[in-house]
C-alpha cells in the first residue's frame, strides 16, 4: 500500500469519555482509546464511523476493564492508567504512547490514514478471484510510527530471516509453503502472528495488531526509521503492550490472547515421525527398535498412509488390521500414538463414508458465494472443507475425535491448514494452489467473509481439535499439533515449522525462527530434526538432534522419498549422539508450568533475559533454554569449536561444571559432535532427574546442580505435578523455591518448604553446590554433614538428603 508517507491531519470535532474509554470523533470516522488493563491500551479507528461488530472466534479475550483518566490541555487529550498514558494531538489526530515517566514511544508521525486498496497491492493477486469482495474487504487502512533508533524490532510470528526485522516489510497470509528450500526468501508463511515487541535499553514495548485480515508492518523498509502498521478490514484496531520487559510484554499478549497449554508430561519427550510408518509392522518395529537401542522416546507420529485412502478418521484395514492392538502394543511399551488428521474430507458421498455424509447433512462444509459447495484437492483427491468459524462445525469436528479416541489415540496432529488445497489431482502435470476464494462466507451466520477468516483455519482447526478431546476425555491433558497457527493457538496447540529440508541452512533459520514465535506468546515449538526433504546425513542430523534436544516440542520426521532417518540410521557414533542428546532431554527438568503461568517461552533469544545490552540483540546462533541454560549450537558443517558470547554475570560449563567466564566477554569453547556448548548462568539450580525411556517411568533421585553468582542472588522455583491431569488447576502442585546467596556472601543454599498438595514419590536428592574450590566443610541445618564429597572434576560439594519437603540450609564453611 504506496500511500504518501503523512496522511493528512485529521482534526477532532469534539470527544467524550467513559470510564474507560473516550472517543474522539472526526470529520472521516471515530477513534477509540481503551483501557483494557492497566498495562494493555487498545487503539481503534473506523473512517466509516462504525466499529466492527465483535466477532466469537476472536483469538483476544476479554480483560476485565480497567480505569481511564482523561482530561485536554494545550489542544491535546491526555489519557492514563497507572502502568501507561496516550496522547492525542485534538489538530492531527495523532496519537502517542508513553510510560508512567514520561518516556515517549510508539508515536504515531501522522493521523490514520486510509483508502481503497487493489488486490494486486497486497501480493495475493494469484488467488483465484482476482477482485477483493466490494466493502470494508477493499479499505487499507494504516498508520506510521516514529522508529527509536536504538530499537530492535522483534517477534512478527513465524518468518524466516534474522531475528532483528528492521528494514522488512512483513505481511500476514497463512500460506503452505510445500517445497523444498521453503521459507528461505518468502514471507508469508504457515502461521501468521502480527504482533511484535520494540526493544531498547530499558523499555521493552509491544504492539498487537487485532486484524485477522491481510495485513502488515513496514519496518523500517520503506522510509527509514518508520514503522508502518497496515490492515484490509475497514478498521485499524491495535492493542499497545506496557512492558517494560520482553517477559512482561509476552506475559501482556499471553494474558490477552490466552495462556499456552500446559502439555501432558508425555508430549515434553521425544517424538519419532515419519512420512508414514505405513504398517502395523513397520511401527512396531520402529518402537522396538527404540527399545531394543535403549534410545528413549514417547511418542509415535503416524502420518496419512494409516487411513483408508486418506479418508480422514478412518483406518486402512490391510496395513493396520486392528488399531487398537497397535496402540496398545505400544502402550505397552511406554509410548504414546499420534495421528494425523487433514482438514479435507474426501468428496465421497453414497458410499458409507460417514465423515463426508454427516459434513453434508449438517451442512457444515464451507460453499461458494453462489451457493455451490466448496471443493478443491488434496490427498484424497476431491476434498470438501470444513467451516470451522461456525460452532456447530467445531463442534461436529470434535467430536469424530471420538473414533480416535476409542482406538486409544494420545494426540492429534493437525497438518495442511493453512489450508493447503491444490486444483487437480496431486499426481496430475501442472498441479497449482487452489485457494478458498475470499468472497465465501463463514461462520454461524455467515457473518464474515474468507478474507477476513482465511488466517484463522488453522487456529480454529486446533481449537475445534481441543476442544472435542477435552469433551471426549475431560480428566487427561490434551495435546494437539498444528502446522498453521494465528496468535492465541498457544490456549491449544502446540506448533512446528512445517516442511523445511535437510540441509544446513534449515538448521540455522530454525533459530530465530522459534525465537520468534516465544516471543509471539507460542512457547512450545520445534521443526523436523533431521530436515523433512531431502536426504539427512549423520552430521547434519547429530547436529540437529544435539540441538533438537532443546527445542520445546521435539520431534524428528522425515518425507517420504527421504531416506532412514532414525537416530540409528546413521551408524554407531551418531547413534551415540543422538542417545546422549535425547537423555539430556530425559534428565532436564520442564519449564512447562513457567511457560504456561506467564506466556514465558523457554527457547528464547538473548534480548529475552538481556533486553539492556544492546549489542547482544543481533545474537541468534546462542539460545536461552529459560533463564538459566544457554545453547550455543553448532549451525555449519566441519566445525569442532565456536565463539561465545557471554551476557553478563557468571558462567559455568554444563557438561564439565566448571565456571569458565565473566560476562560481557567472549572466549572459544571446544565443540565436538554430541556435545555443543551448554553454559549455566552462575544463580541457578538445574534440577536433573535420571536417565528414563520414557516419561512414564519414575523420576528417581533428583540432582540439584547449584551454581552460585558472584555477585548476584539466585532464585529458582521447581514446579512439579502429575503431569496427566487437570488437577494441577485445583492446586495439586508442588512448589519448592530455592535460594542461592552469591559467592560473595557464602553460597548458601537455602531450600524452602514445599508447597501444594502435590506429593512426589519418596526420593532422595543430591545437592551439588558448585565452588571455585573445595570448603573445609558443609554444613546442613546448622549441623556438619559427615557424608559428604568433593568432586575434583566437576568443583562441586556433594551431599545427598532425604526429600522431606521441609526447610533445608546447606552452608559451605
Ligand atoms: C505435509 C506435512 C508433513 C507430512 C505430509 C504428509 O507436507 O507438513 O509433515 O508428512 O504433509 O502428510
Known amino acids: 500500500m504506496d500511500d504518501p508517507l503523512l496522511a493528512p491531519p485529521m482534526p477532532a470535532l469534539d470527544w467524550v469519555s467513559e470510564a474507560t474509554a473516550c472517543v474522539t470523533r472526526h470529520e472521516h470516522g471515530l477513534l477509540r482509546l481503551e483501557a483494557v ?17 465483535p466477532r466469537p472466534w476472536s483469538p483476544v479475550l476479554e480483560l476485565p476493564p480497567a480505569g481511564l483518566s482523561v482530561h485536554e490541555e494545550d489542544g491535546r487529550l491526555w489519557m492514563e492508567t497507572e502502568r501507561l498514558s496516550a496522547r492525542l494531538d485534538l489538530s492531527s489526530g495523532a496519537v502517542s504512547f508513553a510510560t508512567p515517566d514520561g518516556r515517549p514511544f510508539a508515536e504515531d508521525l501522522c493521523a490514520p490514514g486510509w483508502r481503497e486498496v487493489a488486490l494486486e497491492e497486497t501480493g495475493l493477486q494469484h488467488l483465484p478471484d482476482t477482485e477483493l469482495p466490494p466493502g470494508e474487504a477493499r479499505i487499507g487502512v494504516g498508520v506510521r510510527k516514529r522508529m527509536a533508533p536504538d530499537e530492535g524490532y522483534f517477534g512478527f510470528g ?26 528461505l526468501g518468502e514471507d508469508n508463511l504457515y502461521q501468521a502472528q502480527p504482533t511484535f515487541m520494540a526493544v531498547r535499553p530499558g523499555l521493552t514495548w509491544g504492539l498487537l495488531l487485532n486484524s485477522t485480515w491481510f495485513s502488515g508492518f513496514d519496518v523500517g523498509r520503506e522510509y527509514e526509521d518508520v514503522l508502518t502498521l497496515f490492515t484490509l478490514g475497514g478498521e485499524l484496531d491495535y492493542y499497545i503492550l506496557a512492558g517494560p520487559t520482553p517477559a512482561a510484554v509476552v506475559e501482556q499478549l499471553t494474558r490477552l490472547t490466552g495462556r499456552p497449554l500446559l502439555p501432558p508430561l508425555w508430549a515434553l519427550g521425544f517424538h ?19 527399545r531394543e537401542r535403549a534410545i528413549p522416546l514417547d511418542a509415535i507420529h503416524l502420518d496419512i498412509d494409516y487411513m483408508d485412502g486418506y479418508r480422514v478418521f478412518t483406518w486402512d484395514r490391510e496395513r493396520f488390521p ?36 454427516s459434513g453434508v447433512a449438517g451442512d457444515y462444509f464451507l460453499r461458494r458465494p453462489d451457493g455451490e459447495r466448496f471443493s478443491g484437492w488434496v490427498w484424497p483427491d476431491e476434498s470438501l472443507f470444513p467451516d470451522f468459524c461456525s460452532e ?46 475470499l468472497a465465501v462466507r463463514q461462520g454461524d451466520e455467515g457473518e464474515a467473509l474468507h478474507a477476513e477468516t482465511h488466517n484463522l483455519y488453522g487456529h480454529l482447526m486446533a481449537r475445534a481439535t481441543w476442544e472435542g478431546l477435552e469433551r471426549l476425555r475431560p480428566a487427561r491433558r490434551h495435546w494437539v499439533l498444528t502446522r498453521s497457527a494465528f496468535v492465541g493457538t498457544q490456549r491449544w496447540a502446540a506448533s512446528w515449522m512445517g516442511d523445511n529440508s535437510a540441509r544446513w541452512e534449515d538448521l540455522e533459520t530454525s533459530l530465530p525462527q522459534l525465537a520468534s514465535l516465544g516471543l509471539c506468546g507460542a512457547p512450545h515449538v520445534g521443526v523436523d530434526i533431521g530436515g523433512f526433504y531431502g536426504h539427512s546425513f549423520g552430521e547434519l542430523y547429530g547436529r540437529w538432534i544435539e540441538l533438537g534436544a532443546f527445542h520445546p516440542f521435539m520431534r524428528a520426521h522425515a518425507h517420504r522419498d527421504s531416506r532412514p532417518q532414525e537416530p540409528w540410521s546413521f551408524g554407531p557414533e551418531i547413534e551415540s549422539v543422538a542417545r546422549q542428546a535425547i537423555e539430556l532431554r530425559y534428565r532436564l527438568y520442564t519449564l512447562a508450568h513457567r511457560a504456561h503461568r506467564r506466556g514465558e517461552p523457554w527457547w528464547r533469544p538473548l534480548l529475552f533475559d538481556f533486553p539492556d545490552q544492546a549489542d547482544l540483540y543481533a ?75 520414557s516419561t512414564a517411568e519414575p523420576l528417581g533421585e533428583l540432582m540439584l546442580e547449584i551454581y552460585p553468582d558472584d555477585e548476584a542472588e539466585g532464585f529458582w522455583t521447581l514446579i512439579e505435578d502429575d503431569g496427566e ?83 533445608h540450609r546447606l552452608v559451605p564453611v
Not at 497397535?326 to 458421498?349: C, E, F, N, S
Not at 485445583?730 to 524452602?752: K, M
Request: glycine letters at 10%.
Open 37 to 53: 488493563a492497566p498495562d494493555i491500551l487498545r487503539l481503534r479507528f473506523a473512517p466509516s464511523g462504525r466499529f466492527a461488530t
Open 158 to 183: 513465524q518468518r524466516d530471516g534474522r531475528l532483528d526485522r528492521r528494514h522488512r516489510r512483513l505481511t500476514h497470509w497463512t500460506v503452505d509453503r510445500a517445497a523444498p528450500g521453503h521459507g
Open 272 to 290: 519419532q515421525s515419519r512420512w508414514s510408518y505405513g504398517t502395523d509392522r513397520d511401527v512396531r518395529a520402529i518402537a522396538e527398535g527404540f
Open 322 to 357: 486392528e488399531p487398537a492392538a497397535t496402540v496398545a502394543a505400544l502402550q505397552a511399551l511406554g509410548l504414546r500414538t499420534v495421528t494425523i488428521v487433514d482438514p479435507g474430507v474426501k468428496h465421497d458421498l453414497g458410499t458409507g463414508y460417514g465423515v463426508a455424509e
Open 392 to 437: 456447530r462445525t467445531r463442534h461436529w469436528w470434535g467430536d469424530l475425535h471420538g473414533s480416535l479416541i476409542e482406538i486409544g489415540v494420545d494426540g492429534v496432529w493437525c497438518d495442511m491448514n493453512e489450508p493447503s488445497i491444490v486444483d487437480r489431482p496431486y499426481r496430475e502435470p501442472g498441479v497449482t494452489e487452489f485457494p478458498i476464494p
Open 619 to 693: 545474537i541468534e546462533d546462542q539460545i536461552m533454554i529459560g533463564p538459566q541454560l544457554m545453547i550455543a549450537p553448532i549451525r555449519a558443517p566441519g566445525l569442532k569449536r565456536r565463539l561465545v558470547e557471554l551476557p553478563p554475570g557468571c558462567w559455568y560449563d554444563f557438561r564439565s561444571g566448571a565456571r569458565i567466564g565473566v560476562g560481557p566477554a567472549a572466549l572459544v569453547m571446544d565443540a565436538p559432535l554430541g556435545a555443543m556448548p551448554v553454559l549455566v548462568c552462575g544463580g541457578s539450580v538445574i534440577t536433573l532427574g535420571n536417565v528414563r525411556q
Open 725 to 807: 491431569s487437570f488437577e494441577y488447576q485445583d492446586g495439586a502442585l508442588a512448589e519448592t523455591d530455592c535460594r542461592i546467596a552469591p559467592l560473595s556472601r557464602g553460597a548458601v543454599f537455602a531450600l524452602a518448604a514445599r508447597r501444594g498438595d502435590y506429593q512426589p514419590a519418596p526420593r532422595t536428592l543430591i545437592l551439588r553446590l558448585h565452588l571455585p574450590e573445595a570448603p573445609a566443610g558443609l554444613r546442613l541445618d546448622e549441623t556438619p554433614v559427615e557424608d559428604w564429597r568433593w568432586d575434583a572434576e566437576l568443583q562441586a560439594a556433594e551431599v545427598r538428603i532425604n526429600d522431606d519437603g521441609q526447610t
